[in-house]
């Protein structure tokens, strides 16, 4: 178990009893060899979504650092944003469901000394861990997700970064003959995103390979996807194909479409209104009335010093 970080590990031993809460770390331990082999069977051209999880988890079992009780299953994937297959967050489930990943390989590239074409199950030899993280949607609704998955800075070390390198960017794959929008719009396919590379190195930072110990499903961005918590969650972008060290900061997708609206920082900020709407407040999934958007989206005392000197009140 990782120290510094321990605290954003569920608590599980102080509300779950011990012996539920050793199961499920034997089983989390296994997980790095399950979730490779149930990875791999994911990618066969099949038209089905994985079933949900067999065991529905122990009331109260998952929850963040916060005490907050982790979204169902259902929740987290019944009510997506995957713009690719449809702008209907009821509706992704159902459209993703036959997308077909194939033989998934993620390109590492640009300003590194060892660029190198990744297949899943190397990816997956990084350290798998499970982090339980809040996310805010830019839209002002929330959940709770327990991932699966490893730090990206686990792959960009593995890679090398040339002493230049200052950003990474992150594109997802273009299939529009999988994807409807990407073949109906002319948004600026493939969605792309981007980090500050100490952003990117920041322990936080994780590529997510699975939802509550399963394979990830097309809908949350199988084969695998960024999640970083304390920003708006169109940072955190689905089935990433390829990272780019680069230079310059990378155009990303929702600043090309609305750059008055979507900022390439997009920390999580209560303090500062969407130009449409309030981002004082949110709305929990699962939940009636709202909660308060905290600063970080709560990680503050982990990330706020990335971003010492810069004016907070601007919308980057
Ligand atoms: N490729 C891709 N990634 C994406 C998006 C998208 O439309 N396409 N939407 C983003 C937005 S706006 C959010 S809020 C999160 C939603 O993740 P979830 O559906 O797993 O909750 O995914 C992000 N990643
Ligand atoms: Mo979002």
């Not at 988890?57 to 982790?70: I, K, T």
């Not at 995957?82 to 469901?97: H, I, N, P, R």
């Not at 199950?121 to 839209?139: A, G, S």
């Not at 794959?173 to 600026?188: F, L, V």
Request: glycine share 6%; aromatic share 10%; proline share 8%.
């Amino acid at each position: 178990m990782e120290r510094k970080y321990r605290h954003l590990q569920p608590a599980a031993d102080e509300i779950t009893p011990k012996e539920v809460y050793l199961n499920r770390r034997d089983f989390l331990k296994a997980m790095g060899i399950v979730s490779g082999s149930a990875l791999l069977a994911a990618c066969a051209p099949r038209g089905e979504a994985p079933p949900p999880p067999a065991a529905t988890p122990p009331a109260g079992e998952y929850r963040d650092e916060l005490g907050n009780r982790a979204n169902s299953w259902n929740d987290i994937t019944h009510y997506n944003n995957y713009y690719e297959f449809t702008t209907d967050k009821e509706d992704v489930a159902t459209l993703a469901a036959n997308f077909d990943p194939g033989d998934w390989r993620v390109e590492v590239t640009g300003l590194v000394h060892q660029p190198r074409t990744f297949g899943l199950d190397e990816l997956l030899r990084f350290e798998q861990k499970e982090r339980i993280y809040r996310l805010r949607c830019v839209e002002a609704w929330s959940m709770v997700i327990p991932w699966t998955g490893f730090e990206l800075g686990d792959l960009i070390r593995a890679v090398e970064p040339m002493s230049s390198a200052r950003f990474v960017k992150m594109q997802t794959i273009m299939a529009p003959e999988q994807m409807p929008r990407q073949a109906r719009t002319r948004d600026p396919w493939p969605y792309t995103e981007g980090l500050r590379l100490d952003e990117a190195l920041h322990p936080l930072t994780l590529i997510a390979t699975g939802l509550y110990g399963e394979p990830l499903p097309n809908q949350s961005g199988a084969p695998l996807r960024l999640v970083v918590p304390w920003k708006y969650g169109f940072k955190s972008v689905k089935a990433i194909l390829r990272i780019e060290l680069t230079a310059d900061m990378p155009a990303t997708f929702w600043n090309a479409l609305a750059p008055q609206e979507y900022g390439f920082y997009a920390n999580v900020n209560p303090n500062v209104d969407h130009p449409r709407w309030s981002q004082r407040t949110e709305r929990r999934i699962g939940e009636l009335g709202r909660r308060d958007t905290l600063m970080f989206n709560g990680y503050g005392s982990e990330v706020a010093s990335l971003y010492e000197g810069m004016d907070l009140t601007v919308n980057y």
